[in-house]
């Protein structure tokens, strides 16, 4: 197995996609997101799943459990399992960063352009890793 190796900020800070999943694993998944300004993720709960996420470009908020954390470049957050949370991007730049969830939550390889190709088909992991 080969697993991941890349530098995550260049490959973060240059996506321009909604969500790329990177890779998959048993128990991670490492996903890019791009929130364009004024956007958000939409309001959410992962009763089985924890998730990370790391700001390395732009200015936003993220919400957990009605809870407002602003967030900014360099910025970490983890919202635990249960925690109903979302994620708006408040600058006047796309909000980029990476998240890890672990358990995976998409299917390997999953690429949505826009906040509209995420919502029209949002697949959950199929147990289907990278490698």
């Not at 791009?34 to 470009?57: A, L, M, T, W, Y």
């Not at 690429?111 to 289907?128: M, N, P, R």
Request: aromatic share 6%; glycine share 12%; with cysteine.
């Amino acid at each position: 197995m080969k697993g991941f190796v890349g530098n995550i900020e260049e490959l973060t800070e240059q996506n321009g996609d909604f969500r790329r999943v990177l890779y998959t694993g048993h128990n991670l998944q490492l996903v890019l997101m791009s929130i364009e300004p004024g956007d958000e993720i939409g309001e959410e709960v992962h009763d089985d799943r924890d998730q990370f996420f790391r700001i390395e470009q732009g200015e936003g908020e993220i919400w957990i459990d009605g809870a407002c954390n602003k967030v900014k470049a360099d910025d970490g957050v983890i919202v635990p399992q249960g925690a109903r949370h979302n994620v708006k991007s408040t600058g006047s730049e796309p909000l980029r960063l990476y998240t890890i969830y672990g358990p995976p939550e998409h299917v390997d390889g999953t690429v949505h352009k826009t906040k509209a190709d995420a919502d029209s088909s949002h697949e959950h992991f199929d147990g289907k890793t990278t490698e």
